[in-house]
T-cell receptor
Framework: GQQLNQSPQSMFIQEGEDVSMNCTSSCIFNTWLWYKQDPGEGPVLLIALYKAGELTSNGRLTAQFGITRKDSFLNISASIPSDVGIYFCAGLNNFNKFYFGSGTKLNVKP | ETGVTQSPTHLIKTRGQQVTLRCSSQSGHNTVSWYQQALGQGPQFIFQYYREEENGRGNFPPRFSGLQFPNYSSELNVNALELDDSALYLC???????????????FGSGTRLTVV
């Protein structure tokens, strides 16, 4: 079953708004990854996080590795129409098992 | 440099049959991972290959097997297909020393398998 709980499941926002989504688990994770998947394509890696408390940016995207090592969040600032897609968190837990979350579907209205 | 390429893009098989899916890793990448993505779900890790040997496995039965070749390309084989095997199968390659680890640096576009 799913080891990662990702929320929200979907979001409808206006172009220019900021977006926040998160991922939680009952297990400790050693690595957190965030991906974006467009229809008909494989996931594209956006940000990788390697230690608790780490805050990493990639353009308008910022992600953080939670201090408890059981959560992570992704923020997108000043959203644009091409941000539309499904965002997945993923991670390697302390049992050396790799999991994806169930995704957050982002819709941006121009 | 070329990315990860998968073939075929779509496939229809009958329950009980066997299927082989293929993946060419990105140039310079020597680790390949396979994932199953059911409709509306996140990908689930099947297994990973490094230097032609299985290097980690998710919760999939033995009828899911794989191979990696000396040029780092890979195959996923599924025997005795079941209806629930219908999904998008994704391959990802990673460079050996990349800190992201070996689980998914560059993904292919996948093979859509339908079992009827």
């Amino acid at each position: 079953g799913q080891q990662l709980n990702q929320s929200p499941q979907s979001m409808f926002i206006q172009e220019g708004e900021d977006v926040s989504m998160n991922c939680t688990s009952s297990c400790i994770f050693n690595t957190w990854l965030w991906y974006k998947q467009d229809p008909g394509e494989g996931p594209v890696l956006l940000i990788a996080l390697y230690k608790a408390g780490e805050l990493t940016s990639n353009g308008r995207l910022t992600a953080q590795f939670g201090i408890t090592r059981k959560d992570s969040f992704l923020n997108i600032s000043a959203s644009i129409p091409s941000d539309v897609g499904i965002y997945f968190c993923a991670g390697l837990n302390n049992f050396n098992k790799f999991y994806f979350g169930s995704g957050t579907k982002l819709n941006v209205k121009p | 440099e070329t990315g990860v390429t998968q073939s075929p893009t779509h496939l229809i098989k009958t329950r009980g049959q066997q299927v082989t899916l293929r993946c060419s890793s990105q140039s310079g990448h020597n680790t390949v991972s396979w994932y199953q993505q059911a409709l509306g779900q996140g990908p689930q890790f099947i297994f990973q290959y490094y230097r032609e040997e299985e290097n980690g496995r998710g919760n999939f039965p033995p009828r899911f097997s794989g191979l990696q070749f000396p040029n780092y390309s890979s195959e996923l084989n599924v025997n005795a297909l079941e209806l629930d095997d219908s999904a998008l199968y994704l391959c990802a390659s990673s460079p050996n020393r990349n800190r992201v680890g070996n689980y998914g640096y560059t993904f292919g576009s996948g093979t859509r398998l339908t079992v009827v």
